[in-house]
């Protein structure tokens, strides 16, 4: 089998390595009584065994895991929830069916929420009604998987994953789920790399997969090339961590004294829930289209204003940096996006969409627009090509604030920059009228190299080493110097340890990273001289 | 015997506004539910002030209604202990759940 990169989001960070155990959600097998009166007494016993079962794991588990359980044993002992359910066996249904069906529409209600906590809940939920069913099947076998195991599914039941022996590693790979689901917290405690919405999860069973879990991204059957690279980065993973840890706090400058400003990437309010603002500069780069992914609808303009809100106010006034939503490419969004594209990647995506989709990007517009009075925002355009591109996006903040103030609204102006990751924008970098500048360089790499990351093959072709691509990022970061508006780099390569002297030395003062990858860029900062790279 | 029996007093009401960073999620509604249950009063809780009012002892049913952080939560207990149920589910809301701020949500 050939060589094939998933990527998706980080949950849990780590490394592993191994074979994937995928699991499948059963069907039971469970055969009605029909007669109301015993499947009412069924369903009363297996939640009371349930109850038991999870009550025995409740008594075991500490911290985060005992209260986890202990509220699904608060919501088990509560009537109400399955009240809907013996209503429905009093009509003639199946104990089973009932209960599953009382359940799966409490959990609706929680997929639909706006909020992603809430959302996050339904595993757990989900969690209760799979226990309950196990027992009403009487069929309540052993949960059992490989110690080391990677396991593959679309979620995972926190019950689950602590019958699971972690001792000898592993990892989950989730084709949906959230960093922020009670399995994910469980996850990190115990340093189980894990990474969520990883979309469809091809069939490999018999392959071995190596997982990275801070960068999100997984290998099927990877070659020698692949491999090596994985472990090495593993081992500098292992001995940085210690060092970088010291260094997360410090304010980053090179050894010759010149600062160097370290932001971080996000994807979501819920990623700065156990970040200290003080490690970073601002936020570099606000990926969007996770808020659009996750729903089952496109965000309003108030769930859009309260996440932008919060990231600001956690900021304290340092820069947050959000990018309008980047769907298209690897980032299909279903209803918004175009399928069948013969190659999405030079298709309609980023900014070509939004002036496309005006009706949506308005209301991205607005709600950046309010929030902007909450904290130091800077908007960034992905996909620019073209000024004129730049130009509208300007134009049409200019409206939505007029319509807006002259409502009555609290709104604010934000700076308004300019992604830089296709080439022709590099090279014309002067003739864009751009508040800032961002280097995608993930982005920029893969345009300039005609080589896609995410095709194995040609992998190796797409490094932002290559001295094409420095030449662009240097264009870039003099330009930023002569005019005097700030350049930022923001793609992989600024959390890199190695690739980050290289981008000193063309110039490049900001970089934003991983959260997790702070300490060590900061690390890599310290350790690099101007004198001795002898340049820039 | 027949105790002398009054007319049933008005409810005891109460408010608090939801400061905590994860709104009514999983572990305050926990908390809030065993709180109340400590009481022997019928104990409500509604996010407007004029209802629809529900079981302050249901966990479920406190989950159904999935206040943000920003809502406000009103109280209505009516029995012996109203007043000192009111009084205290309304500090442990003040007191945001007793949540470690930059603590894991759950």
């Given at each position: 089998m050939a060589e094939l990169r998933l990527a998706g989001r980080p949950a849990s960070p780590g490394f592993a390595e191994g074979a994937v155990v995928r699991l499948v959600e059963q069907k039971s097998t469970r055969v009605s009584s029909g007669d109301p009166q015993r499947e009412a007494d069924d369903l009363k016993q297996a939640i009371k065994n349930a109850l038991s079962s999870i009550s025995d794991l409740a008594d075991r588990a500490e911290g985060e895991a005992a209260e986890m359980l202990g509220f699904q044993v608060a919501m088990l002992e509560d009537d109400a929830l399955a009240e809907a359910a013996f209503e429905s066996i009093a009509q003639g249904v199946a104990a089973d069916h009932a209960w599953r069906e009382a359940l799966d529409a409490e959990i609706e209600t929680y997929r639909a929420a706006d909020d992603e906590y809430f959302r996050a809940r339904s595993a757990d939920l989900e969690d209760i009604r799979d226990t309950v069913l196990d027992h009403l099947s009487g069929s309540h076998v052993a949960f059992s998987v490989p110690p080391g195991a990677i396991i593959a599914a679309r979620d995972l039941a926190p019950s689950r994953f602590l019958s699971v022996d972690w001792s000898k590693g592993g990892a989950i790979l989730l084709s949906e789920g959230s960093p922020t689901s009670h399995v994910a917290m469980l996850a990190r405690a115990r340093r189980v790399p894990m990474i969520v919405g990883l979309g469809e999860i091809p069939e490999c069973a018999s392959s071995i997969i190596i997982v990275d879990g801070a960068l999100g991204q997984a290998v099927v059957s990877p070659r020698d090339d692949t491999r090596a690279e994985f472990l090495s980065r593993q081992t500098a993973d292992e001995e940085m961590a210690i060092k970088a840890a010291a260094h997360e706090h410090q304010p980053a400058a090179t050894k010759d004294g010149m600062a160097i400003s370290v932001m971080i990437n996000i994807?979501?309010?819920?990623?700065?829930?156990?970040?200290?603002?003080?490690?970073?500069?601002?936020?570099?780069?606000?990926?969007t289209e996770f808020l659009f992914g996750e729903g089952p609808h496109l965000p309003n303009e108030e769930t859009q204003y309260r996440a932008y809100r919060r990231m600001l106010e956690w900021a304290e006034m340092r820069p947050v940096t959000i990018r309008t939503l980047d769907a298209g490419g690897d980032k299909p969004i279903a209803g918004l996006t175009i399928d069948g594209e013969s190659n999405p990647f030079l298709g309609v995506r980023g900014v070509r969409l939004s002036l496309q989709r005006l009706d949506v990007f308005r209301i991205q517009i607005r709600a950046l627009l309010r929030a902007a009075p909450h904290g130091y925002l800077k908007v960034m355009v992905p996909?620019?090509?073209?000024?004129s591109e730049l130009d509208a996006v300007r134009a049409l903040f200019g409206e939505e604030y007029e319509a807006l103030k002259a409502n009555g609204l609290n709104v604010k102006m934000p700076l308004l920059g300019m992604m830089v990751e296709v080439p022709a924008a590099a090279l014309a970098i002067s003739e864009f009228n751009a508040d800032f500048f961002s280097i995608g360089s993930n982005d920029l790499t893969q345009y300039t190299t005609a080589?896609?990351?995410?095709i194995g093959a040609v992998a190796?072709?797409?490094?932002?080493?290559h001295s094409a691509v420095l030449k662009l990022i240097e264009i870039v970061a003099k330009h930023g110097q002569t005019s005097g508006l700030d350049v930022s780099l923001c793609g992989d390569a600024g959390g890199d340890a190695d690739v980050i002297p290289l981008l000193l030395k063309v110039g490049i003062r900001s970089v934003s990273a991983a959260p997790s990858l702070v300490g060590r860029a900061k690390l890599a900062i310290s350790n690099f001289s101007f004198d001795k790279a002898g340049g820039a | 015997m027949n105790a002398p029996h009054m007319s049933s007093p008005a409810p005891v009401t109460g408010s608090a506004l939801l400061?905590?960073?994860?709104?009514?999620h999983a572990r305050p509604s926990v908390k809030l539910t065993q709180l109340a249950k400590s009481f022997s009063s019928a104990v409500s809780v509604s996010t407007d002030a004029a209802g629809p009012w529900i079981d302050a002892k249901s966990p479920v049913k406190i989950m159904r209604v999935k206040a943000p952080k920003g809502t406000t939560l009103y109280f209505e207990a009516s029995g012996d202990d109203a007043h000192e149920a009111v009084a205290a589910l309304v500090a442990l809301v003040e007191r945001r759940f007793d949540e470690v701020e930059g603590d894991d949500h759950g």
């Open positions: 994807a979501g309010v819920e990623d700065l829930a156990r970040l200290d603002p003080k490690i970073c500069d601002g936020i570099g780069l606000v990926r996909m620019i090509t073209v000024p080589a896609g990351r995410d190796s072709l797409a490094d932002v080493r | 400061t905590n960073a994860v709104g009514l």
